[in-house]
C-alpha cells in the first residue's frame, strides 16, 4: 500500500490508499480455515466460566 504517512488531509489519504487497494492484486484464497490454529478449549463442567 501507498505510504500515506506524510498527507495530512484525511479525505486525500483515504482517496490515495482506496486506489492503492483497487490496484494491489487480489488476495488468494483462505487454504485454512480462519481460526483454525487458536487454542480449542475443553468442555469444561457447565456453569463455570470458560474463559
Do not use: F, H
Request: aromatic content about 0%.
Amino acid at each position: 500500500m501507498a505510504d500515506t504517512t506524510k498527507i495530512e488531509d484525511k479525505q486525500e489519504r483515504k482517496k490515495l490508499k482506496r486506489a492503492a487497494r483497487k490496484k494491489a492484486a487480489p488476495k488468494a484464497k483462505r487454504t485454512t480455515p480462519r481460526g483454525s490454529n487458536k487454542k480449542k478449549l475443553k468442555k469444561l463442567a457447565r456453569g463455570q466460566s470458560k474463559r
